[in-house]
């Protein structure tokens, strides 16, 4: 039952990578989605938070997404007089999303996944070499 349990608690690992994906791809998609009208808003950076949680049916320490918080750092601003959000000075406000750092959470993200497949095929052999021996 305990090698169940890991793969259980690799999964839902999985699963709130995915979230975290999501997540990215939407900031990377709006990096520069400003506002339409002069002192409205640009797009702000979604961040995931994550929380352990313990699923009542297995007793097992899972892993998801508690929710999506908006990232609070300064908005860049950007010279384009003739843009229709700008300011008086021709000052856009843009997203303060930073392509590089979304970039690097991605690949965390994706090495995150990676290791909990790599928990679950381990698992899944260990299982399988398990039957193995007990046919003999």
Known sequence: ??????????????????????????????????????????????VPVFQSELDNATRTETIRVKKIVKDMSPFREQYMPGHPAADARGYVKMPNVNSLIEMMDMREAQRAYEANINVIDNTRAMLSRTVDLLRR
């Open 1 to 46: 039952m305990d090698m169940m349990k890991s793969m259980l608690i690799a999964a839902s690992g999985m699963r709130a990578q995915s979230e975290r994906w999501r997540i990215i791809a939407e900031n990377l998609a709006n990096a520069s989605s400003t506002g339409t009208k002069p002192g409205e808003e640009p797009y702000r950076r979604k």
